[in-house]
């Protein structure tokens, strides 16, 4: 019969095996959300784009003022704009990440109560809108780059990974917080907090060099310390030293999040159109 | 043969929460364990076990078994709460059954709302890829079927504008039509067919014939009995999660279906809560009496009946211009007769305050079937009390015409007085 290739068997509390094969099979609608999450984000909008333009800048510009020009602190012998802007990166990619990928389960109940489809994808569609924010915002950096006459070293090329690793942060966090905000209604009220406070205490307007050496490995729990670290040693390049045994910490931390995450996510999911 | 659809066993349990809304909040969890702290301390040595008295679990689906053989086209049907959706949800993966097995050989598409994901923002064309994709086409097979899609909803000229610049109809109409050519092995429709106007939804029934004639497997959930009687070869009657009956026998399960809900109405009139109207003056009870008086509960075809509308008005008034209505519709929906005072001779020019209204049907002239009835008193031409289904009826079956043969089941709807003669004609021309 030719249908076998389609032989699916559902059995209460045992959906899991096809679950991998089934991500795979969704893969085109993935590409389909995350095109029109993008779509919509961009499409009404001048102000879309310039968004995710004016607000790093604007960060940018009082952590300079605040941390660089009043509380004088070092900056890794590059001009602190830039030193701010490297970290400015990951984090608003961290932040967008967060805060879109909260709400869109939620926002997408109607289609979630209505069709099948692997639930991770909406999401992980939320979090390459904000790969392609981040993306603009690469190209701000580069300007900023050619005003102060900054050259990159070859660290550069390895940017990359650092980018997988903001990216394996993002998504562990955001598949946390998504799969909370479904279970308990209220918990969209303490994201805004997470973000903002996150962005204090996370290495964004100073270096992290400037934590005393005995603190730098508990400070490192922060896994976007790590990955803002990375950063920095990847596009400021020259003096910028990373503290290896705080980067492995926080890249360990980065990678139990995101697989705690998945399956918190996984367990969510199984009871999601009943719950939302 | 194996069945493409086989389902064993299979129940679906919902923790109903009482006390609390519609979904669950951090500061509830909270609450909550305080709350459980508090009773350990002030009762150490009670069970643990205690049950939380406001968790009440309730079997939405239980025990479902059935198989469906490759290109029959199923009806499912059954009340409100019979857990029809259930199990489509179930079927189609959006949720997960609590028990039992279900094993598809094919591919399935469900469609339970016209529409799904579409988003006001994009235009036409996008949301057709958009949706396709999450029906569940292909890329390239949207891509090949889009013109077809197109012409079939009859939106080329707006293409390219923003859904939510749509009318509604053209928006269903695209919806509609995306789902229209999906080809997918099992297809699973909920009650999708109550949308749009006259001439699409009869556009659409042929077109869900022609999937059926392919030989895909259908399955369908409706209220319209007509619908699944013109689609359907097979049925499934559901029943409080559990199955009634299973059988290749469509229209005796519509009758199952239909006679079930003409049981159900037992909840007396001054309890319903459903009703409309002003309330001066309210239906307190609807009965009916044979030619000697005594109080029957259905009435046969050609029979003499009386039916008799008790009511009660409210602040001791003795309202005047009243007129009194009895609709009658069949369950399927279709609206049959209206009973008034008020067209037949005319309002009544003042009632005593508590009383009943008599309307009395020398020979009735409805053929077998169930019917529903609305009830409706007025005053002035203000709705006073307004209740829609009030009371199911089985009609049976009895000598209308005199002649000693009961008009089967089969002819439902007026029996009508009639001759009929022969004549010759002789050849001449």
């Known amino acids: 019969m030719k249908n076998e290739e389609y032989l699916l068997v559902l059995e209460a509390g045992r959906v899991e095996k096809n679950y991998w094969k089934d991500l795979w099979r969704y893969r085109e609608l993935f590409y389909f959300i995350a ?7 961009y499409k009404q909008t001048v102000i879309g784009i310039a968004w995710s333009i004016i607000r790093p800048f604007l960060t940018m510009i009082v952590f300079t003022l605040v941390f660089g020009k009043l509380a004088k602190l070092p900056s890794e012998g590059v001009p602190y ?6 970290a400015m990166l990951p984090w608003q990619f961290f932040s967008n990440s967060l805060s879109e990928a909260s709400n869109s389960l939620i926002q997408n109940a109607s289609m979630l109560t209505k069709v099948y489809f692997p639930r991770i994808v909406v999401p992980a569609s939320s979090v390459i809108v904000s790969v392609v924010d981040f993306f603009i915002s690469f190209v701000i950096l580069g300007l900023l780059m050619a005003w102060y006459g900054f050259v990159p ?9 650092f980018l997988l690793l903001a990216f394996a942060a993002s998504f562990g966090f955001s598949l ?8 308990y209604r209220d918990f969209q009220y303490v994201i805004p907090f997470i973000v903002q406070f996150g962005l204090y205490i996370s290495p964004v307007g100073f270096s992290s060099s400037i934590v005393p050496e005995k603190w730098r490995l508990l400070y490192s729990l922060n896994p976007m310390v790590g990955v803002i670290d990375g950063f920095r040693w990847a596009i400021l390049g020259g003096g910028t030293r990373i503290y290896w045994p705080g980067f492995l910490l926080s890249s360990t931390l980065t990678f139990i999040i995101l697989v705690s995450g998945f399956r918190y996510f996984r367990k969510t999911e199984r009871v999601l159109a009943d719950v939302i | 043969m194996s069945a493409i659809i086989q389902v064993e066993k299979i129940g679906k349990k919902y923790i109903l929460s009482h006390q609390r809304q519609s979904y669950y909040a951090l500061r509830d969890v909270m609450a909550d364990s305080v709350k459980r702290w508090g009773r350990k301390i002030i009762h150490p040595l009670a069970s643990r076990r205690d049950p939380d008295p406001t968790h009440e679990e309730f079997w939405a689906l239980k025990d479902v078994s059935f198989e469906i053989n490759q290109g029959d086209r199923v009806g499912i049907i059954g009340r409100n709460g019979a857990g029809k959706s259930t199990l489509l949800k179930i079927l189609s993966r959006i949720t997960e059954s609590t028990r039992g097995r279900v094993t598809l050989r094919g591919r399935v ?15 036409g064309r996008e949301n057709v890829y958009l949706n396709g994709a999450i029906l569940g086409m292909s890329k390239a097979n949207i891509k090949r079927k889009f013109d077809e899609i197109v012409a079939f909803a009859e939106v080329e000229k707006f293409l390219d504008t923003p859904v939510k610049r749509y009318s509604s109809g053209m928006y269903v109409r695209l919806a509609f039509a995306v789902a229209a050519h999906l080809e ?9 067919l109550a949308v749009g106007d006259a001439q699409f939804q009869k556009k659409c029934l042929g077109k869900m014939g022609e999937v059926g004639k392919e030989g895909r497997t259908v399955l369908f959930v409706s209220h319209n009995m007509t619908a699944i009687q013109n689609l359907c070869t097979n049925a499934i009657v559901l029943k409080n999660g559990r199955i009634l009956t299973t059988t290749a026998d469509v229209q005796n399960a519509v009758e199952t279906y239909l006679s079930d809900v003409g049981t159900i109405k037992e909840i007396s009139l001054v309890e319903r809560k459903d009703r409309q109207g002003e309330g001066k003056i309210l239906i307190t009870g609807f009965k009916m ?21 008790y009511y009660e008005c409210v602040n001791n008034q003795k309202p005047k211009n009243v007129s009194v209505g009895i609709g009658i519709s069949a369950l ?3 609206f049959l007769t209206l009973l008034s005072n008020e067209m037949t001779q005319k309002t009544f020019g003042a009632i005593p305050q508590k009383g009943y209204c008599t309307c009395k049907i020398d020979k009735l002239p409805l053929a077998p079937m169930i019917i529903s009835v609305n009830l409706i008193v007025r005053q002035n031409d203000i709705i006073q009390d307004w209740i829609q289904n009030a009371a199911s009826i089985t009609i049976e079956g009895g000598d209308y015409y005199g002649t000693g043969r009961v008009t089967p089941s089969t002819h439902s709807g007026f029996l009508i007085e009639q001759t009929w003669h022969s004549h010759g004609m002789s050849d001449v021309s």
């Open chain 2, 332 to 334: 399927t929906g279709q």
């Open chain 2, 109 to 123: 598409a469900s469609l339970l709302e016209v529409g799904t994901g579409f988003h006001p923002e994009l235009t």
């Open chain 2, 184 to 192: 997918p092995e099992i297809l699973i429709i909920d009650e999708v």
């Open chain 1, 35 to 41: 095109w029109r999450d993008i779509l919509v984000r």
């Open chain 2, 289 to 309: 009496f044979d030619n000697q008086g005594e109080e029957i509960y259905s009435l046969i075809s050609g029979q003499t009946v009386e039916f008799r509308i």
């Open chain 1, 81 to 86: 704009p830039i030193l701010v802007f490297a």
């Open chain 1, 153 to 161: 070293g070859w660290r550069m090329f390895s940017l990359p990974l």
């Open chain 1, 176 to 183: 946390w917080l998504a799969a909370l905000n479904v279970r």
